[in-house]
């Protein structure tokens, strides 16, 4: 699943990710990874988490033109 943001901000991916491990499936977790993520899905074995890298400052910009 892809978390278009912060995964420790994004509860309903980690729930969805946790309801899936728990009937034996693998899920994978890609996004950003600048906040706390739940213990449950750091200490499942069925989940990951597949962090994207932050742009750098010189690249972030307010401007809603871009």
Do not use: C, W
């Not at 491990?21 to 069925?46: C, F, K, M, T, W």
């Not at 988490?49 to 033109?65: G, H, M, R």
Request: net charge positive; charged share 15%.
């Amino acid at each position: 699943m892809v978390v278009l943001g912060d995964v420790g901000r994004s509860p309903r991916m980690q729930y969805h990710a946790l309801s899936i491990a728990a009937r034996g499936g693998r899920a994978v977790i890609v996004g950003y990874v600048d906040s706390e993520v739940h213990p449950d899905i750091q200490a499942n074995r069925l989940i990951s988490i597949l962090p994207i890298p932050t742009f750098p400052k010189y690249l972030q910009t307010n401007s809603k033109l871009l």
